[in-house]
């Protein structure tokens, strides 16, 4: 397994995750998932990092389950288990992960890409879940896909296999911001330097409540946001916001006639 697969760029606290497989759009085979599932992990593990991003090098982002793979082998064994792992640690880590999304985003690109915390595409980027003209379901898509865009739009687009279109995606929650394609990586920059303001102790719990709001009773939510609250209120964020309002409320005061 090649390491060059995946390669990962740390800059402070943010990491940088990037399919490497350009000559075949980054489509998905057991070395990739593999080295993804890999590199995850170990950014997982890394106290130091609270944002991670995702790309794809080349002409797209991943144009999903490598077909070539499918005709010469099948589906090896391993591939699906663990290529849920990998998806699964982006769900779980204590990080914000964003898609960085552009050109082709299919299949497994797509179940990829709603395992992010968000997702930016290029004007450029092409969405579809064509798993169904190949005789399979796509993943877990099934599952993650209703709770994001609700079970009427994930059937429709999972049963044909249809190009979903951006400005849709973008209406109902799939993609969270279109950015053109000249100016990707411009954009791109200042979304992060967005997110990287955010405060990052009340990011992560509300990631971590947001992943048990469809599967957890309120009184059992409300129960685990006690211990969750207090973490927040003893955070240095909480600190500073409220040292910030007393400023702003004495500066004010203080121009008062």
């Not at 390491?3 to 057991?30: C, F, G, H, S, Y």
């Not at 100016?183 to 992560?204: H, M």
Request: charged share 20%; glycine share 6%; proline share 5%.
């Amino acid at each position: 397994m090649s390491d060059l697969l995946v390669t990962l760029q740390t800059l402070d606290d943010t990491a940088i995750v990037t399919l490497n497989r350009p000559e075949k759009l980054n489509a998905l085979n057991l070395e990739l998932v593999s080295a993804l599932r890999d590199t995850l992990l170990a950014v997982a593990n890394d106290a130091r990092l609270r944002l991670v991003i995702i790309r794809g090098a080349g002409r797209s982002f991943c144009s999903g389950l490598d077909l070539d793979m499918m005709a010469a082998e099948g589906m090896p064994p391993e591939f699906y288990p663990v290529q849920e792992e990998a998806f699964r640690l982006i769900e779980t880590m204590n990080k914000l992960v964003v898609a960085a999304i552009h050109g082709y985003c299919l299949g497994g690109g797509v179940q990829l890409a709603i395992a992010c915390d968000l997702r930016i595409a290029s004007d450029d980027t092409v969405l579809a879940l064509p798993a169904i003209n190949e005789g399979l379901f796509p993943g877990m898509a099934p599952y993650r896909l209703p709770r994001l865009i609700g079970l009427g739009l994930a059937r429709r687009y999972i049963y044909t296999g249809d190009p979903i279109p951006l400005d849709l995606a973008h209406q109902i929650g799939l993609i969270d911001w279109i950015i053109p394609a000249r100016s990707f990586e411009d954009e791109l920059e200042k979304l992060l330097q967005k997110l990287r303001a955010v405060p990052f102790t009340a990011a992560i719990h509300g990631k971590q409540l947001m992943a048990n709001a469809f599967d957890q009773s309120f009184s059992a939510a409300y129960h685990d946001s006690l211990w969750r609250l207090e973490q927040c209120l003893s955070s240095d964020d909480v600190a500073r916001a409220r040292a910030l309002w007393m400023e702003r409320k004495q500066s004010r005061t203080a121009q008062r006639p």
